[in-house]
């Protein structure tokens, strides 16, 4: 969360306002404070350290699309988990391995451009 709330602080200074959720658990997720987001900034970066794939994100994703937040979304959900890899050991390489600030930042800014 920090690393996003980093980025975030980055994004502000730019003129993009964010919002960070922590979910803190996912089980119970915490639904409501996510689609309640979604509208009021009409957009979703899921962030996670997690391979990508079959990652939280992905469960964010579709609990999104099949809630009444969906309607809201301005731009396609962006997710952005780690490499499909296992996470090592070694802090230098799992840095690698997992989405940093300037990657929460490139995401961001892509998502408020439309680019994908």
């Given at each position: 969360v ?9 994004l502000?200074?730019e003129?993009?306002?964010v919002?960070?959720?922590?979910l803190?658990t ?23 350290e ?67």
């Amino acid at each position: 969360v920090q690393k996003a709330l980093d980025a975030a602080a980055v994004l502000e200074s730019e003129g993009i306002d964010v919002e960070v959720v922590d979910l803190r658990t996912i089980r119970p997720m915490d639904k409501q404070t996510v689609i309640d987001s979604v509208k009021k900034t009409s957009r979703l970066l899921c962030v996670y350290e997690a391979v990508k794939t079959l990652g939280i994100g992905a469960e964010v994703s579709a609990m999104i699309a099949e809630s009444e937040a969906f309607d809201y979304l301005d731009a396609p959900i962006v997710r952005l988990g780690g490499a499909e890899t296992p996470i090592p050991y070694n802090p230098e390489l799992e840095k690698a391995t997992v989405p940093q600030i300037p990657d929460i930042i490139t995401a961001a800014r892509d998502l408020v451009k439309g680019v994908r």
